[in-house]
């Protein structure tokens, strides 16, 4: 695909993409948008250290909570202003990450994640318990939305699902534009090198710990962003969505959407938002197709959905290119 035509096609996105809430005209299906979004950035996350280094963490909802519950604390209990409070969350959960994530990787394979999944019960658990401060399985509710934004006279309110949308939807481009930066960098490329065999990174006299732990913590971070978030949109917390199931679906999204892409957690982000709520009209056998597609998608699609399709595009572009190619004249 030439340059130019990757331009047009991030263009076309872009412009569908800003357009897209004035073409909903129903409220709902934007408010999976926003949450897609929202899990995109936390897909994005997930990617750095799944899909670049190889390591699958089980952690990135508790991540995501530590993320929610620090920018709800601060701007609810505390009473900073909401806009400073999403934008200490991250740091929040990115500190705690690079606490726990320097001795969980000195251990590889099954047992980190074994590891990540501890951590994960952990957070969910305290928050569960320290009911004092976060409110329990009771949950803190009136967490305020940002304030709106005045630029250049135009006034951007994020009091509506549509204001709140451009938000995300800049969040979740930042978190790709992050990840492309760092898959073309030094760093990106020591990663996948762990991906492929950590133990030539470390013959080399390179340091692989050192860039397991930069992605781990920068998963922690878009963690704790996507978490802070959620919590001004949805507008009330409780320690339930950041279960294991969140950090499984994080893996799930990043999976069936493309390790190691780019877009891949973006398409698997919204499939894994959408899909469920598209299987409700089948409420007794949700679960059932759920995973049964799920389970057909690994099967037949392992390296995701983006891959595959870039790979059928090349093909046919492959064959287009032979048959436009002019033939030799057979004649003498």
Same mark, same amino acid.
């Given at each position: 695909?030439?340059? #130019?035509?990757?331009?047009?096609? /991030?263009?076309?996105?872009?412009?569908? #993409?800003?357009?897209?809430?004035?073409?909903?005209?129903?409220?709902?299906? %934007?408010?999976?948008?926003?949450?897609?979004?929202?899990?995109?950035?936390?897909?994005?996350?997930? =990617? %750095?250290?799944?899909?670049?280094?190889?390591?699958? &963490?089980?952690?990135?909802?508790?991540?995501?909570?530590? /993320?929610? !519950?620090?920018?709800?604390?601060?701007?609810?209990?505390?009473?900073?202003?909401?806009?400073?409070?999403?934008? @200490?969350?991250?740091?929040?959960?990115?500190?705690? $990450?690079?606490?726990?994530? *320097?001795? &969980?990787?000195?251990?590889?394979?099954?047992?980190?994640?074994?590891?990540?999944?501890? *951590?994960?019960?952990?957070?969910?658990?305290?928050? =569960?318990? *320290?009911? &004092?401060?976060?409110? /329990?399985?009771?949950?803190?509710?009136?967490?305020?939305?940002?304030?709106?934004?005045?630029?250049?006279?135009?006034?951007?309110?994020?009091? /509506?699902?549509?204001?709140?949308? !451009?938000?995300?939807?800049?969040?979740?481009?930042?978190?790709?534009?992050?990840?492309?930066?760092?898959?073309h960098s030094r760093v990106g490329r020591v990663l996948i090198a762990i991906r492929q065999n950590e133990m030539v990174v470390d013959a080399l006299g390179v340091a692989a710990w050192r860039y397991k732990l930069f992605a781990f913590v920068a998963?922690?971070?878009?963690?704790?962003? $996507?978490?802070?978030? *959620?919590?001004?949109?949805?507008?009330? %917390?409780?320690?339930?969505?950041?279960?294991? +199931?969140?950090?499984?679906?994080?893996?799930?999204?990043?999976?069936?959407?493309?390790?190691?892409?780019?877009?891949?957690?973006?398409?698997?982000?919204?499939?894994?938002?959408?899909?469920?709520?598209? %299987?409700?009209?089948? +409420?007794?056998?949700?679960?059932?197709? !759920?995973?049964? @597609?799920?389970?057909?998608?690994?099967?037949?699609?392992?390296?995701?959905?983006?891959?595959?399709? &870039?790979?059928?595009?090349?093909?046919?572009?492959?064959?287009?290119?032979?048959?436009?190619?002019?033939?030799? +004249?057979?004649?003498?």
């Amino acid at each position: 695909m030439s340059r #130019a035509l990757r331009v047009g096609i /991030g263009a076309a996105v872009a412009l569908a #993409a800003l357009a897209l809430p004035h073409a909903l005209t129903v409220p709902y299906f %934007l408010h999976l948008t926003i949450l897609a979004c929202i899990w995109t950035v936390l897909a994005q996350g997930q =990617n %750095l250290v799944q899909g670049f280094s190889g390591y699958v &963490s089980i952690a990135a909802g508790g991540f995501m909570a530590i /993320g929610a !519950y620090a920018s709800a604390l601060l701007s609810v209990k505390g009473g900073w202003p909401v806009w400073t409070s999403m934008a @200490l969350a991250p740091f929040v959960a990115a500190a705690l $990450a690079l606490v726990v994530g *320097y001795p &969980s990787l000195r251990v590889k394979g099954h047992y980190f994640a074994i590891v990540t999944l501890a *951590y994960n019960l952990v957070i969910v658990t305290v928050l =569960n318990n *320290y009911e &004092s401060f976060t409110g /329990g399985e009771a949950g803190m509710p009136n967490i305020q939305r940002p304030a709106a934004l005045v630029l250049g006279g135009l006034q951007l309110s994020f009091a /509506g699902r549509e204001g709140y949308y !451009y938000l995300v939807l800049l969040a979740a481009a930042a978190a790709t534009a992050g990840g492309a930066l760092v898959l073309h960098s030094r760093v990106g490329r020591v990663l996948i090198a762990i991906r492929q065999n950590e133990m030539v990174v470390d013959a080399l006299g390179v340091a692989a710990w050192r860039y397991k732990l930069f992605a781990f913590v920068a998963s922690g971070f878009l963690a704790g962003l $996507a978490g802070a978030l *959620y919590a001004h949109f949805i507008g009330f %917390l409780n320690p339930e969505p950041f279960g294991t +199931d969140q950090s499984m679906n994080a893996i799930l999204a990043v999976t069936l959407g493309g390790s190691g892409t780019l877009l891949g957690p973006i398409v698997g982000a919204f499939l894994v938002v959408t899909l469920p709520e598209y %299987l409700r009209v089948a +409420d007794t056998y949700r679960l059932v197709v !759920y995973g049964l @597609l799920l389970v057909l998608a690994t099967i037949f699609m392992p390296r995701g959905i983006v891959p595959m399709v &870039s790979r059928g595009f090349r093909g046919m572009a492959t064959r287009l290119a032979a048959a436009l190619r002019p033939r030799p +004249d057979p004649t003498p």
